[in-house]
């Protein structure tokens, strides 16, 4: 809550724009029930198609419609809900790298002489920590948004329709609930791995680059150049861990 309640506030200067792209992905996420409602009567108007042809095709065809329109409505709202959020999104990005970088250079000598604080870390914290920073505003709220109204208006339409299947349905939500949990915990994990491996490959790079004289004059282009390639493994390894588990799990849910 306070992770949230902090990147709130460097939004402050864009409400509007926030309770707007509330109110887009909230909508956005109504369409998906939308769709499934049309679905059955078109399901059904096709199951019952030799009752009345000509009815049926005047049915299908309004059907259809409605389906581009649906559509199309789905694609502009996605667009502007990628367009808000990804505002919002560099906005605070631009003022949390401003702050970091104003922190760094307010920081003791001897802070910098840890060797995790190299030029190459810092620099990694500055591009890559404060661009997950804006994923968190355009992925995760805004997509969570989306699904929840999606669940909450999917199960009011499935219990109107039909109530006993629902009940079904309803109870293995909590094994999504699990899976789901489990598969951003693995998440987690792997990309904290990860960020550690790009940082010191990052370190390398950087040294080699200013000292691109001495690597130049020993002739360790190669060296420096395999060096860098054996660091890059590790996280390869782990995306694809990562990428074979994140699919198992969701293929559980």
């Known amino acids: 809550?306070?992770?949230?309640?902090?990147?709130?506030?460097?939004?402050?200067?864009?409400?509007?724009?926030f309770a707007l792209g509330i109110f887009v992905a909230i909508v956005n996420g109504l369409i998906f029930p939308a769709?499934?409602?049309f679905l059955s009567?078109?399901?059904?108007?096709?199951?019952?198609?030799?009752?009345?042809?000509?009815?049926a095709r005047k049915d299908v065809n309004v059907y259809a419609l409605i389906y581009f329109l649906l559509g199309l409505f789905s694609f502009f709202v996605n667009l502007l809900q990628m367009v808000i959020f990804s505002?919002?999104?560099?906005?605070?990005?631009?003022?949390?790298?401003?702050q970091t970088y104003g922190k760094m250079l307010r920081m003791p000598i001897p802070w910098f002489d840890n060797p995790k604080n190299n030029?190459?870390?810092l620099t990694s914290k500055l591009s890559a920590d404060c661009k997950n920073v804006n994923g968190l505003i355009t992925t995760f709220?805004?997509?969570?948004?989306?699904?929840?109204?999606?669940?909450?208006?999917?199960?009011?339409?499935?219990?109107?329709?039909e109530w006993r299947?629902?009940?079904?349905?309803?109870?293995?939500?909590?094994?999504?609930?699990?899976?789901?949990?489990?598969?951003?915990?693995?998440?987690?994990?792997f990309s904290d791995k990860s960020d550690a491996a790009y940082k010191e490959s990052s370190q390398l790079i950087m040294e080699s680059m200013m000292n691109i004289r001495t690597v130049s004059s020993f002739g360790y282009e190669n060296v420096v150049f395999h060096k860098y390639e054996q660091k890059l493994k590790e996280p390869f390894?782990?995306?694809?861990?990562?990428?074979?588990?994140s699919g198992l799990l969701f293929g559980f849910s």
């Open 237 to 245: 390894e782990l995306a694809i861990k990562k990428g074979n588990c």
């Open 165 to 189: 299947t629902s009940l079904v349905a309803l109870g293995l939500i909590p094994f999504m609930i699990i899976a789901g949990v489990v598969q951003m915990q693995f998440t987690t994990g």
């Open 35 to 37: 769709f499934s409602v």
């Open 87 to 98: 505002n919002i999104g560099q906005t605070i990005t631009q003022k949390i790298r401003y």
């Open 1 to 17: 809550d306070d992770i949230y309640s902090r990147l709130f506030s460097y939004a402050s200067d864009s409400k509007l724009l």
């Open 119 to 121: 030029a190459g870390n």
């Open 141 to 161: 709220i805004a997509i969570t948004l989306q699904n929840v109204t999606s669940l909450v208006a999917g199960i009011v339409i499935a219990f109107i329709f």
């Open 41 to 55: 009567k078109m399901l059904n108007i096709l199951i019952n198609f030799y009752l009345d042809k000509e009815q």
